[in-house]
Structure formats: C-alpha cells, structure tokens
C-alpha cells in the first residue's frame, strides 16, 4: 500500500505559475510510478502527467504539455507537479497517484493502483 498526500494547491492568476507537491509513504516509493490526474465536476478524472521509477522517462497529456513539469526526489519520497502558463481551463482539483505499472500505462488509460485525496487548483481570469 501507498498513501499519498497532496500539498500546494490553491489560488492562481491566469498566466501565473504553481507547483503542487505529493509525499508518499509506505510502499518503496522508488519503486512506484507516479503521475497526475485532475478532475472538475461532472467530468471524468483525467490523466495530466506521469513519471517513471527513476525519472528518466516522462509522459504529458497534449492539454498540458509544454506547460507542466512532473519531476520525483525519491530521497524525500515526494513527486511535483510545476504548472506554468495556467489558464482557466487547468481549474480542477489534482490527484497524486500511484501504480506498479509503467509510466506509460498511466497515459494509455490504465487506472493507478493509489490515490491521494486531492488539492484543489483555481485559476481566476
């Protein structure tokens, strides 16, 4: 098992940048692939950017890519998430998540393994 908690969320001007962090702890995070999700209402939860065990590969939804940055520090056990250029449209809370699985499985659909609980983003025009 994993637990995941997410921080850094909050309120944003467009055009502004955020960097929302997620700590894990139980499972060897080293070994866990982690990404990024986010969701608004009365929408499906939607894959944002995932990160290999080691960080040498990263995977980024075309909404968001050019813009965000998801990096890992496995010495802290923690996964960010650095969101430049923020438009309305990126408004949704953000889920950290978890898997066995490959980064890239995580972009093709395949549902994680752990959740956090989320952290809302806001971003105001």
């Known amino acids: 098992q994993v637990q995941l908690v997410e921080s850094g969320g909050g309120l944003v001007q467009a055009g502004g940048s955020l960097r929302v962090s997620c700590a894990a702890s139980?499972?060897?995070?080293?070994?866990?692939?982690m990404g990024w999700f986010r969701q608004t209402p009365g929408k499906e939860r939607e894959f944002v950017a995932a990160?290999?065990?080691?960080?040498?590969?990263?995977y980024y939804a075309d909404s968001v890519k050019g813009r965000v940055t998801i990096s890992r520090d496995n010495a802290r056990n923690t996964v960010y998430l650095r969101m430049n250029s923020l438009q309305s449209e990126d408004t949704a809370v953000y889920y950290c998540?978890?898997?066995?699985?490959?980064?890239?499985?995580?972009?093709?659909?395949?549902?994680?393994?752990?959740w956090g609980q989320g952290t809302q983003v806001t971003v105001s025009t």
């Open positions: 998540a978890g898997t066995v699985k490959r980064a890239i499985d995580l972009k093709s659909g395949v549902k994680p393994d752990y």
């Open positions: 139980g499972r060897t995070f080293s070994s866990t692939t």
């Open positions: 990160i290999s065990v080691s960080g040498t590969f990263t």
